[in-house]
């Protein structure tokens, strides 16, 4: 009796519907309906440039799935922007001497060592994820920067260029298959797997979670060396897309993965994530940077615009950990 007592005290409490668990979709809905009015004459529903939203938008949302990992587990990665530059420049250098197969395993090999390095620093040096990748930031910035003397690396590699940059499925293109296929991967090992219920209690309380007996070392250095691993990838859709290696690539990115990642309803603090709710982060982002750019906005307003998400992002993120 006193169990149901308690049972429907509880129940009480609860509200039946929190808006805030949603907001990102609110707000998705909100703006893609507000542009649609307010753009219809300038071609905002258009097919081409919807398509443009999901191709300038794949790079993010490939790189923003993994950061999930890494930010649930209470950990951050700033260096993914630099990865995909690094890793566009050995794809294109690989594929020269090896060819499509050698250009893969290039780039998605840069971002996996890089990676695990900024693993093992976090998880056996103890450094904090965010120095670690900071200084990986500006290392690897370096070394893109080097390696080419600056200079772009061609791509001629017709299978490398249809793979991941102009290609289609019929009408649908493969920046967007690869963005749904590693949603929807990422979705299932968050919510289904073993491991991502050990992420996530990796980041809730990661003491705790290590007395139940998860190595919480593992989880952690895994989440890293797939974020770099992802950001490999998306340096490779980058140099698809646009025919050629890069040390540019990337610029800023990593303040676009982590927006989405906050605003899509992972915790910054850890404990929480959603992978469905990052893409749809992603998405927002891009569209609404896609809506300014058709009204003919500067870069400068459209950084203003930018940095007031990425507070939003921020302020999200506080009040999921004061819950």
Do not use: C
């Amino acid at each position: 009796m006193q169990s149901k007592i308690i049972n429907t005290t509880t129940a009480t409490k609860r509200p039946a519907f929190d808006w805030r668990n949603y907001i990102v979709y609110i707000a998705f809905i909100g703006v893609f309906i507000t542009f649609s009015i307010t753009l219809y004459d300038y071609g905002f529903l258009s097919t081409n440039n919807l398509l443009n939203i999901v191709r300038q938008t794949a790079m993010i949302s490939i790189m923003a799935v993994a950061v999930t990992f890494v930010i649930s587990t209470a950990e951050i990665d700033l260096s993914v922007g630099s990865i995909a530059a690094l890793s566009s420049l050995t794809a294109a250098l690989a594929i020269q001497s090896f060819g499509t197969v050698g250009g893969i395993l290039a780039g998605l090999g840069t971002g996996a060592i890089i990676g695990l390095i900024n693993g093992l620093l976090v998880t056996k040096v103890l450094i904090p994820s965010f120095l670690v990748t900071l200084g990986m930031m500006i290392i690897v910035k370096g070394i893109a920067m080097w390696i080419t003397g600056t200079a772009p690396v061609p791509i001629l590699n017709d299978a490398f260029i249809f793979l991941f940059g102009s290609g289609s499925l019929g009408p649908i293109p493969m920046l967007f298959v690869w963005t749904i296929l590693i949603a929807v991967i990422g979705h299932i090992v968050l919510r289904k797997t073993t491991f991502g219920r050990q992420t996530l209690a990796t980041g809730g309380n990661e003491s705790a979670a290590r007395f139940s007996g998860i190595n919480t070392a593992r989880v952690k250095l895994i989440a890293l060396v797939s974020s770099g691993m992802m950001a490999g990838f998306a340096g490779m859709l980058y140099a698809g897309r646009l025919e050629a290696g890069r040390f540019t690539f990337g610029e800023g990115a990593e303040l676009s993965v982590i927006a989405a990642v906050i605003l899509g309803g992972t915790s910054l603090f850890g404990g929480v994530g959603t992978v469905v709710g990052t893409i749809f982060g992603s998405i927002l982002i891009g569209t609404i940077n896609n809506g300014l750019i058709i009204m003919g906005l500067d870069v400068s307003q459209q950084m203003m615009v930018s940095g007031l998400i990425i507070i939003l992002a921020v302020a999200f993120g506080r009040k999921a950990k004061k819950r």
